[in-house]
């Protein structure tokens, strides 16, 4: 299931965020000097900024929702690559640049250390009662000697 998430998340990113990244960014570039002189543009290009930032946030939806979620190693790479790709893009580098510096100067974080933060949140979570109860039931403190499991 989750590689059917992940297929169906590519092609929106491929088919629509990237469009309209695209066009967004070309209109920002066109706009973005007359917003200092005209006030009133400056709802036009923040929407439009929204446009451009929309690959990004269909890769953090890819990354974090479903179809980051328990994938493979090699849908795990192939996840990666496409955020390293997207930083190189939105940073205007080429293909050799040093991506841990990318991610730096963006503060973004690899999938990697994304899905251990996220692990870590929801075991801090569980163990201290704020999750459902068939989440926290899952897991028993071993200083309890009344447990058996």
Known sequence: MNVLWAIIWF???WFLAWPVGF???GWYVCLSPIEACVDAIKAVTELLMKGVMLP????KHMVEGKAGCDCGSGLSEKLQKLQNHAA???????YDSDI???FR???WRKLKYQRFESAAVMMYKSLHGMTPEYLSSRFVF?????SYR
């Open 88 to 94: 190189r893009i939105l940073m205007c580098t080429n």
């Open 11 to 13: 092609l929106v990113l």
């Open 23 to 25: 066009f967004c960014a």
């Open 105 to 107: 100067v963006l503060s």
């Open 56 to 59: 990004l946030e269909v890769a």
């Open 100 to 102: 841990d510096e990318l």
């Open 142 to 146: 071993r200083n309890d000697i009344t």
